[in-house]
């Protein structure tokens, strides 16, 4: 049923001019109704943080709060409209004046979209992307130097330290309880969706970069006990089956996947630092026990990659450094929502802006049971 002509809901954009004229903010009418086209049902679902941040970006601090003050005072007239345009009293309030809502946390949350189908396109992106990467993989393995010609590079660390035979095993142990960790995290986590996406696509950019660096360049081996040699799996479709072998097996060696020549940079090191960094982000603070195995893991995983002779000191901290430099790059735009005011930004991190766009500020650490048995379950968590 269509609205009645006198309700706020069924207000063009004069008739919101009118108000805002009524109101004394006859100032701001060639910004919201002319530039942005703000009509009735956009009005009511106006909050201070709208007008505080990009693309309004008002900075008269007593008119933000007297306009703040306005809409509130529209919004609570008509909480009937509110509700048939499925908003809820709180989506259109200001955080700091939600009762309750320690630290924002829930008015954030009722405004974060799962948008599950931007994790999907985020889940198909890396699982191209791992597998262009094992493609690339056996290329690589095609043009390593020859021992005899070039032996492993000075390393301080691999000459200093002897080869653990049984360190790197230890290392994708490590990764794998990370990873169960997180997966834990990710059943339990109330915002599940944004966090596989934005894990989705760190790897897939990061391993997109590994991709070129190790194509474009080709170190020797690093140790003597790697028998590594060129490699030719004749036609295509030779490389394409060795592809899928790495690709099946994660290409770890606990799966019996070997590969040689990617040393530039670590993949385990990437995985390693990305999943701890994941598990003490969306975990609270007070949760010290799990972040301190947490980062022991990942620790005593780049500490068992060296130990192993598997990579260079170079590979190691080339990876630790580009990871935990394009998560935090990512979490400080996505959570100030800076891009916003930069349009170079847009440019430069398309994929980015395309993933974060609807994720209004930081994710909360909420949790529940997301199955209806046992009932439990859902009672403890939530």
């Known amino acids: 049923m269509a609205p009645p002509e006198d309700s706020v809901s069924a207000w063009t954009c004069k008739q919101v001019a009118q108000w805002l004229q009524e109101e004394g903010f006859g100032e701001y009418v060639e910004l919201l109704c002319t530039q942005h086209r703000l009509d009735g049902p956009s009005l009511l679902a106006l909050t201070e943080a709208d007008l505080r941040g990009p693309p309004l970006g008002l900075t008269v601090l007593g008119d933000i709060k007297r306009l703040t003050l306005a809409l509130r005072r529209l919004q609570r007239q008509n909480q009937a409209q509110l509700e048939e345009l499925g908003l809820r009293p709180s989506d259109s309030l200001p955080t700091n004046l939600l009762p309750g809502a320690a630290g924002g946390e829930q008015h954030l949350a009722g405004r974060l979209d799962p948008e599950v189908w931007k994790t999907v396109i985020s889940s198909i992106y890396v699982f191209f992307v791992f597998g262009f990467t094992s493609f690339v993989m056996v290329i690589v393995h095609e043009r390593v130097p020859d021992m ?3 032996p492993p590079l000075p390393d301080i660390f691999l000459d200093s330290v002897p080869r653990i035979p049984w360190a790197f095993a230890m ?15 990710l ?21 997109l970069l590994r991709c070129c660096t190790m194509f474009v360049t080709s170190l020797s081996v690093p140790g003597q006990h790697l028998k590594c040699a060129s490699k030719t ?11 899928l072998a790495i690709w099946s097996g994660f290409g770890m060696t606990l799966t019996g996947v070997q590969t040689c020549g990617d040393y530039m940079f670590s993949g385990h090191t990437v995985v390693i630092t990305l999943l701890n960094f994941f598990v003490t982000e969306y975990t609270p603070r007070t949760w010290n026990l799990i972040h301190t ?13 060296l130990a192993a002779h598997e990579h260079y000191s170079i590979d190691v901290f080339i990876a ?8 935090l ?22 994929m980015f802006s395309f993933f974060e766009c609807n994720v209004n500020g930081p994710v909360p650490n909420q949790y529940h049971w997301p199955f209806n048995k046992p009932a439990f379950m859902k009672a403890l968590i939530g």
Not at 171 to 185: Q, R, T
Not at 295 to 304: A, D, P, R, Y
Request: charged share 15%; glycine share 6%; with cysteine.
């Open 187 to 207: 059943l339990l986590h109330k915002h599940r969706s944004i966090l596989l996406r934005r894990l989705c696509s760190l790897m897939g950019t990061v391993f």
């Open 320 to 327: 630790f450094y580009i990871t935990t430099r394009l998560f």
């Open 293 to 305: 195995i947490s980062w022991v893991l990942n620790l005593f995983g780049i500490f068992f990659i």
């Open 329 to 350: 790059y990512y979490h400080t735009l996505a959570n100030t929502r800076a891009y916003q005011q930069s349009r170079r930004a847009r440019i430069w991190f398309p």
């Open 233 to 243: 799996y004749g036609d295509t479709w030779g490389k394409i089956q060795r592809a």
């Open 171 to 185: 290392a994708e142990a490590c990764g794998v309880i990370l990873c169960y960790m997180f997966l834990l995290i």
């Open 148 to 150: 005899r010609t070039y």
